[in-house]
């Protein structure tokens, strides 16, 4: 069963510019949840997913949004970007619905801003 | 005061020796409390779970869960070198959102 695929895997902007992140969830997965992982910050919770409907989010400013389509893949989006959005965007996927089960997280793609 | 509060090490053994982790947690409604593992450029691997008072064992690895102290606890026994990484604790809280500690680095000694 293939895992949780992210990509790109390494992308590199500049101030200013937007980016489009994606993230294909393990098979039969309905929940995505999206992670930005700094040294300095640790692992921070931006939003989660399910059914095509954002259920939680997490303390980021507007820039950062997302969506999910009927297929389970999502997509994270970060407009106007600053030198403090560089860091390990992750994608994390579960079965979903009010259960117990663990996250899965993809190998992320880590963004760099210049 | 944190959601979820790990020491952030780090945390040194020997190889061969027991390794002990250690978790606390605010939210007295959590269910579900999972171990994470990971290596230093890598995304977090998933390596234990557990969801009810007492002990549950994987190989090497023993996940110990005590709801009336609020506690989740990681025994890794013959520690390795290649257990080396840091171990993330996380809870799903009542509202079903994820809530991850900070890592505690662990290094295991040759």
């Known amino acids: 069963k293939a895992g949780v695929t992210q990509t790109p895997r390494y992308l590199i902007k500049t101030r200013g510019q937007q980016v489009t992140l994606s993230c294909s969830p393990i098979s039969g997965h309905r929940s995505v949840s999206w992670y930005q992982q700094t040294p300095g910050q640790g692992l921070q919770f931006l939003f989660e997913y399910f059914s095509e409907t954002q259920r939680n989010k997490g303390n980021f400013p507007g820039r950062f949004s997302g969506r999910q389509f009927s297929n389970s893949r999502s997509e994270m989006n970060v407009s106007t970007l600053e030198l403090g959005d560089s860091a390990l965007y992750l994608c994390?996927?579960?079965?979903?619905?009010?259960?117990?089960?663990?996250?899965?997280f993809g190998d992320g793609t880590r963004l760099s801003i210049l | 005061q944190k959601e979820v509060e790990q020491n952030s090490g780090p945390l040194s053994v020997p190889e061969g020796a027991i390794a002990s982790l250690n978790c606390t947690y605010s939210?007295?409604?959590?269910?579900?409390f999972f171990w994470y593992r990971q290596y230093s450029g890598k995304s977090p691997e998933l390596i234990m779970f557990i969801y009810s008072n007492g002990d549950k064992e994987d190989g090497r690895f023993t996940a110990q869960l005590n709801k009336a102290s609020q506690y989740v606890s990681l025994l890794i026994r013959d520690s390795q070198p290649s257990d080396s990484a840091t171990y993330l604790c996380a809870q799903r809280a009542r509202n079903n959102d994820m809530r991850f500690g900070a890592g505690t680095r662990l290094t295991v000694k040759p």
């Open positions: 939210d007295r409604g959590s269910q579900s």
């Open positions: 994390a996927s579960s079965l979903g619905g009010r259960d117990n089960q663990p996250q899965h």
